[in-house]
């Protein structure tokens, strides 16, 4: 048993080291060569962030293993908010969440850890038919989403558009720039590929802890949740103290931060608790 435990623990950290040294930093290298908005970044770096999530979800659900899957969402998802908060107010930005369009985001981001407590509460069976209902929120809240910053962060939209519109006309496109742009995406294939094998064998490791050593389930999950986790603490940091030592604008870093977090979480339970549904179906 302890052997099992052990390797858990070495697989777990292995997909948080791998996210954080490879997967998301990478993918903020390749978001910055491209000059897109912090909005964009944040987004690229929820979707990143949410990878070992992905990978451990399916895994669970692959082994038949579905309340690791949920809780590890769950978990996930509750953690990342207070990792977030937790980040905010470290770098003195808490006035900042007052923005009309940081604050609906926020509340997007606890109706994403209200629902599956709901779920669990009324012991809502985990189908097939929850799969539409989580697709059309996705949408729903990345309009919201979308609609809000439109609106309520106009102003910093604009300033960024032409700061990136200037950034572009100063910068001369070269062999080089082009060279490190296809390296980034090599290393974002070499992280995904990594990140598969790993999760194939955390799978291998929760099946032989929950079924020969008889480890609840729950347990399992949230130390998932806590393990993967990890990455959004990492990003939520580094992106106001990016924008802060760079830019010497704070609202742009919480611009970031928070749809790393919005993205993150919607991911984690609207589409990688549909994918684990699918994968347990099928298997």
């Known amino acids: 048993m302890l052997l099992e435990f052990l390797k858990f623990i070495l697989y777990s950290g292995l997909i948080v080291l791998i996210a954080k040294y490879m997967l998301v930093t990478?993918?903020?290298?390749?978001?910055?060569?491209?000059?897109?908005?912090?909005?964009?970044?944040?987004?690229?770096?929820?979707?990143?962030?949410?990878?070992?999530?992905?990978?451990?979800?399916?895994?669970?659900?692959?082994?038949?293993?579905?309340n690791i899957g949920v809780l590890n969402v769950l978990s996930s998802n509750i953690i990342n908010l207070i990792q977030y908060i937790v980040a905010v107010f470290l770098n003195k930005n808490q006035k900042i969440l007052k923005n009309r369009a940081i604050m609906l985001d926020?509340?997007?981001?606890?109706?994403?850890?209200?629902?599956?407590?709901?779920?669990?509460?009324?012991?809502?069976?985990?189908?097939?038919?929850?799969?539409?209902?989580?697709?059309?929120?996705?949408?729903?809240?990345?309009?919201?989403?979308?609609?809000?910053h439109k609106i309520y962060l106009k102003k910093e939209d604009e300033l960024i558009e032409r700061e990136i519109e200037k950034e572009e006309e100063e910068e001369e496109e070269d062999i080089g720039s082009n060279r490190k742009k296809f390296l980034y995406i090599f290393y974002l294939l070499i992280s995904g590929f990594l990140l598969f094998i790993v999760s194939n064998l955390l799978g291998t490791t929760l099946e032989n802890l929950c079924n020969q050593f008889g480890i609840s389930q729950i347990i399992i999950g949230i130390l998932l949740g806590f393990i993967t986790s990890i990455p959004e603490l990492i990003t939520f940091f580094e992106s106001q103290s990016h924008y802060k030592k760079q830019k010497n604008d704070d609202i742009l870093g919480v611009v970031e931060a928070t749809n790393n977090l919005l993205t993150s979480n919607i991911l984690n339970l609207f589409l990688i608790q549909s994918v684990g549904i699918l994968v347990y179906t099928i298997f």
Do not use: C, W
Not at 27 to 52: C, D, F, Q, W, Y
Not at 113 to 126: A, G, H, K, Q, Y
């Open 26 to 66: 990478t993918l903020r290298k390749l978001a910055e060569s491209l000059n897109l908005n912090p909005k964009t970044v944040g987004n690229i770096a929820g979707h990143a962030t949410s990878m070992p999530e992905l990978l451990t979800v399916v895994t669970s659900s692959i082994k038949g293993l579905t």
């Open 106 to 148: 926020v509340i997007l981001v606890l109706i994403t850890i209200v629902i599956p407590i709901l779920m669990l509460i009324f012991d809502i069976e985990i189908s097939l038919g929850i799969i539409p209902m989580f697709t059309i929120l996705y949408v729903v809240f990345r309009f919201l989403n979308g609609k809000a």
